[in-house]
């Protein structure tokens, strides 16, 4: 069992200088070089002016100085806040605001923003020979890293981890899942979303590889197509939908890929069809599906998708419970017997958003006896036996491509468009549950649609959320009525435009 994250990935640094640590489309770092460098960050971090656990933004993508100084950070006693580096550049300086984070590590160019009130560090500024003597590790209940995610008032939300929450899931990740020693992770998902978690920790506490597939590959067919049989790994950890899109390569399967022997699912709902797909293309692959909340830590259940499970259930159930942690259900949320929302108990549940008490008391909180907070994930599900299955979000939240977004948040863009008189993000989903396409339908001001096309209402509508929200949130379609739906407040009824999507 480990104990200790940091203490154990520079043992093994220690003990074998020469493993190869990270493999970014073959140019490869060992062990070594990840303690030299990880050092070497955390020499510059603790000769600035920070205060104690105050977090750190590091921007970036998937290069191996993204994770050297994710560890320099929590060597040094910080935090660290990812940020994607094809992000615009309103989610930086938005992202700082809510952290109060007084530094960022720019691995890759910043954006042509203000920061006059940061302090910028960047690669060529971090010296060769540290010289301070680093001994203010992260460790128990302190900030590890922190992910922001979606949030309904425009605002992100910034999830705390701790070491202690990492430590719970990293252990039953290596225990539960039957994994190969010393294993390769395919390291797909970028930094900023926490499914990259699934990867990152659990192969460097255990002495493997991470195999990089970056962003700017995997968001262009070709590149993805020529490069991804290339590469070799034993797990494979994405969403269902990327590896959907894998199945456009005849090269995915098995022969392709003889040394895969896991395949870790997270992020969204696993369809049925795919998981019969995977088993023709990868016959002798263990294929798991797992379920949890960003403010989880990554994930609370799993269960391998046997032929039986496949012939017992149509829809998919979503796993066990992990041993350390405890999921009720809160009936009150559901009118339908022995469903609701699915609340979290455990040591890996976090202990609420980043400098926001409001939106950390509707979400977590501690009974009196209990020894883990709780979250309310707005998740519904329900319990067949010990198996725990999935059935949509309570609220507006959605799950799109594995990334998690509050549809408010776009709709609070939309709103704020002076074209816009009434503007809202409807999920449309597909026949196996899952979302397919974000559809913005919206209501103009009067006069606007006699001024434009509808082509160019659309590209004036997309590049003015563009400023505004990450690329994954904007809308695929977009729809212009003559009105919206009004509930009885007198504000657009949102789910009856999600069920005229739907229709």
Not at 57 to 86: E, N, R
Not at 171 to 198: I, R, T
Request: charge should be negative; charged fraction near 25%.
């Amino acid at each position: 069992m480990i104990k200790d994250i940091i203490k154990k990935i520079d043992k093994i640094a220690a003990e074998d200088p020469a493993r190869v640590a990270y493999d970014y489309l073959g140019k490869t770092n060992t062990y070594g070089e990840l303690k030299e460098r990880s050092d070497e960050w955390a020499d510059k971090l603790a000769s600035l002016k920070i205060p104690e656990h105050g977090p750190v933004m590091i921007w970036g993508g998937q290069t191996f100085d993204m994770i050297a100084s994710f560890l320099g950070c929590v060597k040094a006693g910080h935090a660290y806040i990812p940020i994607a580096s094809y992000s615009n550049a309103e989610r930086l300086t938005t992202i700082q605001e809510v952290s109060e984070a007084q530094v960022v590590l720019a691995i890759d160019p910043l954006p042509d923003v203000d920061l006059s009130q940061l302090q910028v560090v960047q690669p060529e500024d971090v010296g060769s020979s540290p010289v301070h003597a680093v001994q203010h590790f992260v460790e128990g209940d302190d900030n590890f890293y922190i992910i922001f995610t979606s949030g309904t008032s425009g605002k992100p939300k910034g999830v705390q981890i701790s070491h202690n929450n990492l430590l719970s899931f990293i252990n039953w990740e290596l225990e539960d899942f039957g994994l190969p020693e010393q294993p390769s992770f395919l390291a797909q998902a970028p930094y900023s979303f926490d499914l990259s978690v699934m990867s990152l920790y659990p192969a460097l506490v255990a002495g493997g590889k991470l195999v990089v597939l970056p962003h700017d590959v995997t968001q262009n067919f070709a590149q993805l197509f020529a490069v991804l049989p290339k590469l070799q790994f034993n797990v494979w950890v994405s969403t269902p939908s990327f590896a959907q899109m894998c199945f456009l390569d005849k090269t995915f399967d098995e022969k392709h890929h003889p040394d895969l022997t896991h395949i870790l699912f997270c992020g969204e709902e696993l369809p049925h069809n795919e998981v019969v797909m995977l088993k023709k293309r990868f016959p002798d692959v263990r294929i798991f599906n797992t379920y949890g909340p960003t403010e989880t830590t990554v994930a609370v259940t799993q269960v391998e998708i046997t032929d039986d499970i496949l012939q017992k259930y149509d829809r998919l159930p979503i796993g066990l419970v992990k041993e350390d942690t405890r999921i009720t259900i809160d009936e009150s949320k559901s009118d339908k017997e022995g469903q609701g929302e699915i609340v979290i108990e455990g040591p890996s549940v976090s202990k609420g958003y980043m400098n926001n008490p409001e939106k950390t008391e509707k979400a977590f909180f501690k009974q009196a006896g209990d020894k883990y907070m709780s979250h309310r994930s707005g998740d519904e599900g329900f319990f067949d036996g010990k198996m725990l299955f999935y059935r949509g979000r309570i609220d507006f939240q959605i799950k799109f491509n594995g990334y998690r977004i509050e549809i408010e948040e776009i709709n609070h863009y939309l709103g704020q468009n002076k074209l816009v008189r009434y503007g809202v993000a409807a999920p449309k989903y597909g026949k196996d549950h899952t979302v397919k396409q974000i559809v913005a339908e919206i209501e103009l001001e009067d006069g606007v649609q006699r001024k434009y096309s509808e082509g160019e209402l659309t590209k004036l509508i997309r590049e003015d959320l563009a400023k505004n929200v990450m690329p994954y949130m904007i809308p695929q379609r977009f729809v212009y009525r003559n009105e919206l739906p009004i509930s009885q407040n007198g504000k657009v009824d949102i789910k009856a435009v999600i069920k005229e999507v739907n229709k």
